[in-house]
C-alpha cells in the first residue's frame, strides 16, 4: 500500500487517539504522542518522531518508595523504497505499540528479523570481542549457557569451537564507521544494533540504513540456506499463534524445505537442519505413527498396542516409549517377526507424521501468500528427514504390472463364475469379531470364514494390520512393480458389488 508521507502522519495520529499505554495509574510507559516528521530524500526514508514518558522507581530521602517519570524520545523510520521498518531502540512496550499502528495503516503484518550468527558473520565479519549463547540440549557436563569475553576472540579457534554447539544470544563486535574504530552490539533474537560510540546524525544514519539494506538483500538472496532463513522470523507471525513452540520449529523446517524443493528440486536433501522434540508433536497438529527399526531383519514396524489394550502409543522428551493411557514405559518389544528389539535404544526407533490436513492447508496459503509460491504437493517426515513430492494424479496400475499377481492375471472367468464369485465377495467381511495383530497374523479360518485381510496371506512378508486409531493401512507387503522392489499398502473396506 502506498501513502503519502503526510497520509502517514495523519494516520499516526489517528492511531494514537485510540491508545491507553497504562493499565493502571501508575504505567511503566505512558503518554506516547507524536512529535515530528522529516523526510531524508538521499537515504529515501521518512523518519516520525515520538515521545512518550518512563517511569524510574527509587527510595528518597525518607526511606519511602517514589517514583518520577522522564520524558523520553524515539523515531521510525519507514522506506517504501527499500521496504523496511526500523524503530529506535525504546522500551520494548512502546517499540510494539509503533509497531502495531505501522501494521495498521499498511495494513500488513510486522515481523522483526533474528539476526542469526551466519548473517552477522557474513554482513560484518568474525570480529567478536564477546559472545553469550544458549544450548537447551546442553549435556550433564555442559553449561546450558555461556559467556565468552576477550578482545581476542576472532584469533582464537580454540575458543570459537567451544561455542559451535550454542545459539548467540547477544554479541560484541569490532567494527569501523567513517575509517573510526566502534563497537557493535547485537541483541541477536529481538533484531536489535546499538553502536557504543557516539558520531553525527548524518554518519549514523546512512551507516544504519546501508547496513538495514545489507542484511535485507542478503536474506532475500539466501533463502535456501537455513541459517540465514532463519532470519525471517515468520514463526512469529501472529498466524501461527496457535501453536507451541515445538510445532512452529518443525513448521518453520517445512516451509524452508518446500522452497529449497520448488529452487533446487534435482539437488533436493530431506535432513533437517533443527533437532525436533517429537514427544511435543504427537497428537498436536501432526498425524503420528511410531515405528521400531528390527537390526535383525532389517525390517521396521509399527509398534503394537499396550498391555493394557491402548494404541495410544507416545514418546517423551528423553526417547522413552510409553503407553499414554496407562503411562507404562516400554523398554523392549516383540517384532511381528518374533525377534526382540530394545527400544531403550533411540536409534530402533523412527517416527512418522504427515501435517494433520487443517495444518498442511495453513502452511500452503502462508507459503502462497508471504513468497507467492502454488505447492500442492505431499509432505512427510520420518528419520529426522522432511520428505516432499509433487502431487500427482492417481495412476492406473495393471495387475499384470505387478510380478507377485502374475498368477491372479493368468486365471481366465467367465460369466458363470463371475456371478458366483460377486456373491462370494458380498459375505466377506473387512475383518472379523476377534481382529487384532495377535489373532490375525496366525489366523487358521476356512476358506468359507475368511476376510479381506486374510485373501493376501498367501503373499510373502505379508502382514496383517487390522483397523486401529493409528492405522495408515491394513494390509502391507513387498512387491516388484515394474522390476522395482517397492511396498503395497491397502485399505481393506468390506466390498459390495
Request: glycine fraction near 4%; charged fraction near 30%; include cysteine.
Amino acid at each position: 500500500m502506498r501513502l503519502s508521507n503526510s497520509k502517514v502522519k495523519e494516520k499516526i495520529k489517528e492511531e494514537l487517539k485510540k491508545l491507553n499505554c497504562g493499565e493502571n495509574e501508575q504505567p511503566a510507559v505512558k503518554n506516547l504522542k507524536f512529535n515530528n516528521m522529516e523526510v531524508f530524500e538521499e537515504n529515501k526514508l521518512c523518519e516520525y518522531s515520538f515521545f512518550y514518558s518512563k517511569k524510574y522507581s527509587y527510595i528518597d530521602e525518607n526511606e519511602e518508595p517514589t517514583y518520577i517519570y522522564e520524558l523520553k524520545e524515539t523515531f521510525a523510520w519507514i522506506s517504501m523504497e527499500h521496504k523496511f521498518v526500523a524503530i529506535k531502540n525504546c522500551d520494548e512496550k512502546i517499540s510494539k505499540i509503533i509497531s502495531k499502528i505501522i501494521s495498521n495503516i499498511y495494513n500488513t503484518e510486522l515481523n522483526h528479523i533474528i539476526l542469526t550468527q551466519e548473517l552477522i558473520n557474513k554482513i560484518f565479519g568474525d570480529k567478536r570481542k564477546k559472545v553469550a549463547g544458549v544450548n537447551p540440549n546442553a549435556g550433564e557436563n555442559e553449561a546450558e549457557k555461556i559467556i565468552i569475553s576477550d578482545s581476542n576472540l576472532d584469533k582464537k579457534e580454540e575458543l570459537k569451537k567451544q561455542l559451535e554447539p550454542y545459539t548467540t544470544t547477544s554479541e560484541n563486535l569490532e567494527i569501523v564507521i567513517s575509517e573510526k574504530s566502534n563497537t557493535l552490539g547485537v541483541n541477536n533474537s529481538k533484531g536489535k544494533l546499538h553502536l557504543t560510540k557516539n558520531m553525527t546524525a548524518t554518519i549514523f544514519r546512512n551507516w544504519s540504513v546501508t547496513t538495514i539494506r545489507k542484511i535485507i538483500e542478503f536474506i532475500s538472496k539466501n533463502e535456501t540456506n537455513f541459517e540465514i532463513f532463519k532470519a525471517r522470523n515468520i514463526m512469529s507471525n501472529q498466524y501461527w499463534d496457535e501453536f507451541s513452540k515445538d510445532v512452529k520449529c518443525l513448521i518453520e523446517e517445512i516451509i524452508f524445505k518446500i522452497l529449497t524443493y520448488i529452487e533446487h528440486k534435482e539437488n533436493y536433501t530431506p535432513n533437517m537442519n533443527s533437532k525436533i522434540n517429537y514427544s511435543k508433536i504427537i497428537n498436536n497438529g501432526f498425524y503420528t505413527k511410531i515405528f521400531i527399526n528390527c537390526i535383525t531383519c532389517n525390517d521396521s514396524f509399527v509398534i503394537p498396542k499396550c498391555n493394557c489394550g491402548s494404541y495410544d502409543i507416545r514418546i517423551n522428551n528423553k526417547q522413552k516409549v510409553f503407553c499414554g493411557k496407562c503411562g507404562e514405559v516400554l523398554n523392549s518389544l516383540e517384532g511381528e517377526d518374533g525377534h526382540d528389539i530394545n527400544i531403550e535404544n533411540s536409534q530402533n526407533i523412527n517416527i512418522f507424521c504427515i501435517p494433520e490436513q487443517i495444518l498442511y492447508d495453513k502452511i500452503i496459503k502462508f507459503v502462497k501468500n508471504e513468497f507467492n509460491i502454488v505447492f500442492k504437493g505431499y509432505i512427510s517426515i520420518s528419520n529426522s528427514c522432511i520428505y516432499i513430492q509433487e502431487e500427482k494424479f492417481g495412476e492406473l496400475i495393471s495387475i499384470n504390472e505387478i510380478a507377485e499377481f502374475n498368477e491372479v492375471s493368468k486365471i481366465i472367468i467367465d460369466k458363470q463364475d463371475t456371478e458366483r464369485i460377486n456373491e462370494r465377495l458380498k459375505s466377506i467381511k473387512e475383518n472379523c469379531l476377534i481382529s487384532s495383530k495377535e489373532f490375525c497374523n496366525v489366523c487358521n479360518k476356512n476358506i468359507n470364514e475368511c476376510c479381506i485381510l486374510q485373501l493376501f496371506t498367501t503373499y510373502n512378508g505379508y502382514r496383517a494390520g487390522p483397523h486401529h486409531g493409528h492405522e495408515f493401512g491394513d494390509i502391507n507387503f513387498k512387491v516388484t512393480l515394474r522390476e522395482k522392489n517397492t511396498n503395497l499398502w491397502e485399505w481393506s473396506r468390506a466390498i459390495v458389488i
